[in-house]
């Protein structure tokens, strides 16, 4: 298997770590032409209005849709915002999932904080029990899911923080910077 980082800001890093951890072919993307021959791709944390102005930059606009719609792609944190369809505001979005979500939901920079998350699919994917633990840093909400995404976990207010919409994944908060690797196993199902 090969999986693809977006690699034009934010912690594309971590991500390609935890992806070698794991055994598995991981590359930077950076053009469209990096698409190729790749089951999956994974969008990281950073600046979501970066990410989106660089990607429009390098052309990668059109080819990430057309790469959404076959293969799997999971947005982290600014990446689940540029992979949703509305954030209520002008910002260039790849609109492929049927998420509405709301940037820096929960406050500024020193209101970032940790939760222990109970995520079901999870843990009937991964065989396991015990409750996620995930890092918020400047964290959208997913204000709403519609269509055919679904809601994978909420924090204790019952705001939401992870969906999926068939082979595409978003979260809120960021699982490559801990050492649980059970999101990546699960997007990993999602890509095979
Ligand atoms: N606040 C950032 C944004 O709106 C996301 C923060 C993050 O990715 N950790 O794009």
Not at 69 to 91: E, M, P, Y
Not at 168 to 191: C, I, K, Q, V
Request: hydrophobic share 45%; proline share 4%.
């Amino acid at each position: 298997m090969k999986i693809g980082v977006l690699a034009l800001q934010g912690d594309f890093a971590e991500h390609l770590v935890i992806l070698k951890r794991l055994g598995v072919e991981a590359v930077e993307v950076r053009l469209p032409e990096h698409l190729k021959s790749l089951d999956g791709l994974i969008m990281p944390g950073g600046e979501s209005t970066t990410i989106g102005k660089l990607a429009t930059d390098f052309g990668l606009i059109e080819p990430l849709r057309a790469f959404g719609k076959s293969h799997a792609i999971w947005g982290t944190c600014a990446g689940a915002i540029f992979l949703s369809r509305d954030v209520s505001r002008n910002q260039p979005l790849l609109n492929l999932m049927d998420i509405k979500v709301a940037r820096n939901a929960f406050g500024r920079q020193v209101d970032s904080f940790e939760a222990e998350l109970d995520v079901p699919e999870l843990k009937k994917a991964t065989g396991t029990d015990g409750l996620f633990h995930a890092v918020f840093i400047r964290a959208p909400i997913i204000e709403s899911v519609y269509g055919d995404a679904k809601i994978l976990a909420s924090v204790s207010d019952g705001r939401i923080v992870a969906a999926q919409q068939g082979h595409l994944l978003a979260t809120s908060f960021h699982p490559e910077l801990t050492n649980d690797t059970r999101f990546h196993e699960y997007f990993l199902s999602l890509a095979d």
